[in-house]
């Protein structure tokens, strides 16, 4: 849930990919197909709090989460609601916009939040005083680090790399997406887009929503175990754009 970005494709279509930097004793071995609101979910679930970070549906609606807004906070359990089952809490709600505007979000810990709501992208951060939501050009390309990880001038500097890797640049496919996310920052064990901070911390996977005419797939790349699992979602045909 720490680098996320966002790549438009062909027609109303997208990738949205996140590496997941976490404990490796919560990385899930298998993926989630689950009904919640009467639409079918897919997601890895999260093996302590039950959640996830990263989920699609059936109404063509695709979520991801980073932890922390927009500096690194101060870390004060017990929260009021997991964030990981917040993601979950959102398929319940109409729009993007119902979910930001009438969620209780008092009490829960930093996040940044992002929704590509039937073809419209928004971005959330809640800094545990303020919701700051924003619609975003769909058409454009965008980069996320989290904030609990990496400090501003890291943040700046993946940008850097996102921004030389886009230049000139002709092939978004899942393939050219992946390799980026493994190679990103190479060499810094600490910064890189593949992580490892002796131990404590370290990307534990690689996941890809990618939305095509009429369905959505995710491709679930579970790094520690080396294995890759791909389930799909027909889209509903209301929800097709």
């Known amino acids: 849930m720490c680098t996320v970005t966002y790549i438009p494709q062909p027609g109303n279509n997208f990738i949205l990919t996140s ?68 993601v979950l809490d959102f398929f319940t709600y109409p729009s993007a916009p119902a979910f930001f505007e009438t969620y209780d979000f008092e009490g829960m810990e930093p996040f940044t939040f992002l929704m590509v709501d039937q073809g419209d992208l928004y971005e959330l951060r809640w800094n545990e005083k303020n919701i700051h939501a924003r619609q975003m050009d769909n058409k454009g390309y965008y980069i996320w680090s989290s904030a609990t990880l990496y400090p501003k001038e890291i943040r700046e500097q993946r940008q850097s790399w996102f921004s030389e890797w886009l230049s000139g640049r002709e092939d978004f496919s899942v393939e050219a997406i992946q390799q980026f996310h493994r190679s990103g ?57």
């Not at 579970?222 to 045909?237: G, S």
């Open 19 to 86: 590496n997941r930097d976490e404990n490796a004793a919560r990385s899930p071995q298998n993926l989630t197909h689950f009904a919640q609101a009467g639409k079918e979910l897919i997601f890895p679930r999260d093996t302590v709090a039950g959640g996830t970070w990263i989920a699609a549906s059936e109404d063509n609606r695709a979520v991801c989460l980073l932890n922390g807004a927009f500096e690194k906070h101060h870390h004060r359990p017990p929260y009021k609601r997991s964030r990981g089952m917040m």
């Open 185 to 241: 920052g190479e060499g810094d064990d600490w910064n890189g887009f593949i992580m490892n901070r002796n131990g404590r911390v370290q990307t534990v996977s690689i996941t890809n929503i990618v939305k095509k005419d009429d369905n959505i797939e995710l491709i679930y790349n579970d790094l520690l175990r080396e294995n890759i699992k791909r389930e799909k979602v027909k889209l509903k045909a209301a929800t097709l754009s």
